[in-house]
T-cell receptor
Framework: DAGITQSPRYKITETGRQVTLMCHQT?????MFWYRQDLGHGLRLIYY???????DKGEVPDGYVVSRSKTENFPLTLESATRSQTSVYFC??????????????FGEGSWLTVV | QKEVEQNSGPLSVPEGAIASLNCTYS??????FFWYRQYSGKSPELIMSIYSNGDKEDGRFTAQLNKASQYVSLLIRDSQPSDSATYLCADLNTGTASKLTFGTGTRLQVTL
């Protein structure tokens, strides 16, 4: 029961480099989400996807790109990393949008440091 | 901008006591509310959800919702050291593409 997995778990990169964080879920959940978590800001939604080939912006999408060619994968790409993108990134999935007690399941997180 | 507000803490309670965690929200359209627990270095996990005014109990946990006051709380009875974590409040407004909005979390410390 792999659930939802993220890779890499830890990454150090340089300013200006492109970085891709991978997210894979084995439940065939329709909805997938990318959040970032920073001290003092809590969890903020970057992008979400309702199904394969359907994505939409969240609260803080600037500087990020997502794709969803397959239901189980939802990679997040930082096109040109900046120090302000140093954060913990959580991928999550749900078989609904979170209504009626349907749980949103989080991956273990990816710690990204941009130097 | 719709917000969910929480006191960052830390909230310190002795073992066996009741811990009371509070949350206010600004979006009157919010319909569902969630409490997540997050241990240091770990991902959030759902512990309670509540949709109707009043209380909802699950074991040692009770969630309380007052939509008129836009207030949600989580009570933890017989607090244990293992309850020490950050508790995140979140709300869901189906009118905004059903995206969860999280508070910044309250850190709870249960002391021996």
């Amino acid at each position: 029961d792999a659930g939802i997995t993220q890779s890499p778990r830890y990454k150090i990169t340089e300013t200006g480099r492109q970085v891709t964080l991978m997210c894979h879920q084995t439940w065939s959940h329709s909805y997938m989400f990318w959040y970032r978590q920073d001290l003092g800001h809590g969890l903020r939604l970057i992008y979400y996807s309702a199904a394969a080939d359907i994505t939409d912006k969240g609260e803080v999408p600037d500087g990020y790109v997502v794709s969803r060619s397959k239901t189980e994968n939802f990679p997040l790409t930082l096109e040109s990393a900046t120090r302000s993108q140093t954060s913990v990134y959580f991928c999550a999935s749900s078989d609904s949008q979170g209504l009626s007690g349907n749980t949103i399941y989080f991956g273990e997180g990816s710690w990204l440091t941009v130097v | 901008q719709k917000e969910v507000e929480q006191n960052s803490g830390p909230l310190s309670v002795p073992e066996g006591a009741i811990a009371s965690l509070n949350c206010t929200y600004s979006d009157r359209g919010s319909q569902s509310f969630f409490w997540y627990r997050q241990y240091s270095g770990k991902s959030p996990e759902l512990i309670m959800s509540i949709y109707s005014n009043g209380d909802k109990e699950d074991g040692r946990f009770t969630a309380q919702l007052n939509k008129a006051s836009q207030y949600v709380s989580l009570l933890i009875r017989d607090s244990q050291p293992s309850d020490s974590a950050t508790y995140l409040c979140a709300d869901l407004n189906t009118g905004t593409a059903s995206k969860l909005t999280f508070g910044t979390g309250t850190r709870l410390q249960v002391t021996l």
